[in-house]
């Protein structure tokens, strides 16, 4: 069933944002939107100049790593730099090694990145004693970068000989760190009787942003990002301050290439890092940009994700990405340039077999359509390469909405592969919930690598599709999220330059997505040299028309009638021309509904606590004696239950505390008129299962029990126990009728349903698609609507704070 469209309402600025941010009215319009509604918010985020960033200090674990590396400079001791093989790997490694030549002699500084098929990540005890064994090569202190934080039997094995271990890295904390109080210092002296095991803990500093509360400005870093601020304070101690912002053009790279979340200190590196990049002075960069044909002076987010990013990569896939260091750190024209032909012919490698291994893939889909019958795809073949299955996963969660796992699974070894996710899903947290099948396993909500027996592949596929329903996070808006609706005669040159000011985009900050109703085609060709991509002109019922850039949209086929085309805007440079160009998100009929994120009305004078996406302590909210709390959901932890129906005896004018995420616009606005509360307390948890499987098991568990008593099903009730709205229960109803689990025979004055047990015979299919097309739907509203109330600022929401 296609995504809906879910078209984010306008949130007039306010006249102080409109005034400081000046331009088009549409960015501050889309600024108000994301929840950047103040002057005071605006201008850091379009300007890093205007932008604070947090000392190097403020990374916990930072200052004690600075000074082991100064003193270890100063005492002339050898240092090991130990990296990764992905960019953020490469590009973090090659910072540190370049700055401690600077700050060192070049042959006290030497570096090791792991190749991923015989070492994988991390500091593999086998490898290391090469290091700890050979006199020549044996160092002083071992600095890691992007790596470390679990690697316990690494740094185990570098103390038990003498060596010092400073780990920075910013991957999620082990099982070690469970009882960890945020922003104290980490490093634990372990005792006697502990000093001698494999544990992380054993590190003379370790420094990792998520040591850092929710929301601090440093814990989006990636590993680059962790590597820049500590060579920022490793210069400061060295009396020649300002000099790490050379780096800055690597630190653009990683930052995008590792997808980090571009907020705060990460956005604010990468806009000065991308101008860094512009006007690099590194002989590497500078030949790997012209081996790509990109023209320096315009290079963005997109080149990097889309250009440079995906080359790099292309080493720790299918070569060595020790590679990648020499190129970013060679100062020899010449060697740079065979680097780079060797990255370019790797690239072209990569790209082949991306395109092999999805077309094996997706013919394995079309062969064995009920695959696709379970929350996670799962996949297996002999053949795939290691290094480019995690690539073709992606492509099946962009295709078909769900996980996708691909396996390798070669005659008589185990079997290993990688994963990825949608952003509802946990797959990390789903495949370890599975690890009584796996050899190993490990990776983070959006993705994961493991390894199985062979003859457990089936197994691992039902046990996967049954943990990823109890793993399922907030991913936002099940749909497509539309930042605006534009009339062709909106679009300009000068409109697509403005829309810029936001960038860079990237995760955190999304390239805005806008619409056009009523379109016709004028015009239908294929471009590209083997023409795979299309080139569509639009036209409105006036005969405005403007040019349109669909890739790998040649063979699709174009609904009937009149066109709703969803789109970004891009400007096209063709021989010193700058023109207009849209480029293709998504297409449908004309006929099809646009879902609306809708705002709520409320009191513009209420005297509100904002605490949405913030650690929140209940003690130190208003207690249940006192003020109202809305509770609702399956998934309370040790919080009670509060029904939304209680506010119909609850005394007014006391306050009132969303502890749950409310399930509509309308159930917010009814509680505060109905309570009329003296002050409002924002903290908007996710207490529920939302997936269509965990609403109707819920509606069906209850269902089954009012069948033990008098059959009847209060519909307001059951709605609030389970925090979803009124008509997400009666369409689960009908879907559970479809679905012949139950009747409903009648329906009783105040909304209830009085039901009987059903007859067991399924319902036709189309009648149950249907149904299930219905609920899906509603379920997808309050999912954008919840996600809206989590990310929007109060005068999104109809409130002054």
């Not at 009396?239 to 290439?257: H, K, P, S, Y």
């Not at 991306?354 to 996670?376: R, V």
């Not at 046990?463 to 930042?483: A, F, K, T």
């Not at 021309?577 to 709520?600: C, D, G, S």
Request: proline residues 6%; glycine residues 8%.
């Amino acid at each position: 069933m296609p995504r809906p469209w879910l078209l984010t309402p306008p949130v007039p600025p306010s006249p102080a944002l409109a005034a400081a941010v000046g331009g088009h009215p549409l960015v501050a319009q889309l600024l108000a939107q994301r929840g950047i509604d103040t002057p005071a918010a605006a201008l850091p985020f379009l300007d890093p100049a205007a932008y604070t960033p947090s000392p190097p200090a403020a990374l916990v674990g930072l200052e004690r790593a600075a000074h082991l590396l100064a003193d270890a400079i100063r005492q002339e001791k050898r240092i090991l730099v130990w990296g990764d093989f992905d960019v953020d790997g490469q590009t973090s490694t090659s910072l540190l090694v370049a700055a401690l030549h600077e700050l060192s002699a070049p042959e006290r500084v030497t570096f090791h990145v792991p190749n991923r098929f015989s070492e994988s990540h991390g500091i593999r005890p086998f490898r290391l004693r090469e290091f700890l064994d050979d006199p020549a090569r044996k160092p002083d202190l071992i600095l890691t970068c992007d790596t470390g934080i679990s690697d316990g039997p690494g740094v185990g094995l570098a103390k038990n000989v003498g060596v010092t271990v400073v780990v920075t890295d910013h991957h999620d904390l082990t099982a070690e760190f469970a009882n960890y109080a945020l922003g104290q210092e980490p490093v634990c002296a372990l005792s006697a009787a502990e000093a001698g095991r494999e544990s992380v803990r054993r590190a003379d500093a370790l420094v990792n942003p998520k040591f850092l509360a929710v929301g601090d400005p440093l814990r989006t870093l990636p590993g680059v990002g962790v590597a820049y601020k500590l060579v920022q304070r490793l210069y400061e101690l060295a009396d020649r301050a300002g000099e790490a912002t050379q780096f800055l053009d690597l630190v653009a790279l990683g930052i995008v290439a590792d997808v980090a979340e571009q907020v705060h200190d990460a956005r604010y590196l990468l806009q000065l890092g991308l101008e860094r990049l512009r006007r690099t002075e590194r002989i590497g960069l500078k030949v790997l940009i012209h081996t790509t044909r990109l023209n320096p002076e315009t290079l963005d987010a997109e080149s990097i994700g889309f250009q440079l990013g995906p080359r790099m990569n292309a080493l720790g896939r299918l070569d060595d990405a020790t590679v990648a260091v020499e190129l970013l750190t060679t100062r020899d024209a010449i060697r740079a340039g065979q680097l780079a032909a060797q990255m370019e012919r790797l690239n072209n490698q990569r790209r082949l077999l991306t395109s092999q291994i999805s077309g094996m893939a997706f013919d394995i889909l079309e062969k064995q359509p009920h695959l696709l019958d379970f929350n996670g795809i799962v996949l297996a073949h002999p053949n795939w390469h290691a290094g480019i299955v995690g690539i073709v996963a992606s492509r099946l969660v962009e295709e078909f909405g769900k996980p996708a796992v691909l396996l390798l699974n070669p005659p008589g070894e185990a079997v290993r592969g990688s994963a990825r996710s949608t952003p509802g899903v946990d797959i990390g947290a789903s495949i370890a919930a599975c690890a009584d099948l796996l050899l190993t396993y490990g990776g983070h909500p959006g993705a994961a690598g493991l390894s199985l027996e062979a003859d457990k592949i089936d197994h691992f596929r039902r046990e996967l599709s049954r943990q990823i329903d109890s793993q399922r996070i907030d991913g936002g808006p099940e749909g497509m999220v539309i930042d605006a609706e534009l009339r062709l005669t909106d679009l300009s040159l000068h409109l697509v330059e403005q829309v810029q000011r936001l960038a860079p985009f990237g995760n955190g900050n999304p390239t805005p997505v806008f619409m056009s109703r009523g379109l016709t085609v004028a015009d239908d060709r294929r471009m590209g040299r083997d023409g795979t991509h299309r080139r569509l002109v639009l036209q409105d019922a006036q005969e405005n028309k403007q040019p349109l850039v669909w890739f790998n949209g040649a063979d699709a086929q174009l609904p009937e009638g009149p066109l709703d085309i969803a789109y970004t805007l891009n400007i096209n440079e063709y021989k010193g021309e700058r023109n207009l160009q849209l480029m293709y998100k998504e297409i449908r009929a004309t006929e099809a509904e646009t879902l609306t994120v809708a705002a709520p009305s409320l009191p513009a004078r209420l005297p509100i606590h904002d605490l949405r996406r913030q650690s929140v302590e209940r003690a130190s909210l208003p207690q249940p004696d006192g003020a109202f709390w809305l509770v609702e959901g399956t998934r309370l932890g040790e919080v009670a239950f509060h029904s939304r129906l209680e506010a119909r005896r609850y005394p007014k004018g006391r306050p009132l505390v969303v502890w749950s995420a409310p399930p509509s616009a309308e159930v917010l606005r009814w509680l505060v008129e109905t309570l009329a509360p003296s002050e409002l307390w924002l903290v908007g948890r996710e207490t529920g299962d939302d997936s269509l499987d965990g609403v109707v098991k819920a509606v069906a568990g209850m269902g089954k029990h009012a069948l033990t008593q008098d059959g009847r099903l209060p519909i307001d009730r059951l709605a609030a126990r389970i925090g979803v709205s009124e008509a997400i229960v009666r369409h689960a109803l009908f879907w559970l009728e479809a679905k012949r689990i139950l009747w409903v025979i009648e329906w009783e004055s105040g909304d209830v349903a009085r039901i009987a047990p059903s007859d067991g015979l399924t319902a036709g299919d189309g009648v149950l698609q249907e149904k299930q097309a219905e609920l899906s739907v509603l379920l997808s509203e309050m999912r954008a609507w919840r996600r809206y109330f989590l990310r929007a600022g109060l005068g999104e929401l109809g409130m002054k704070g």
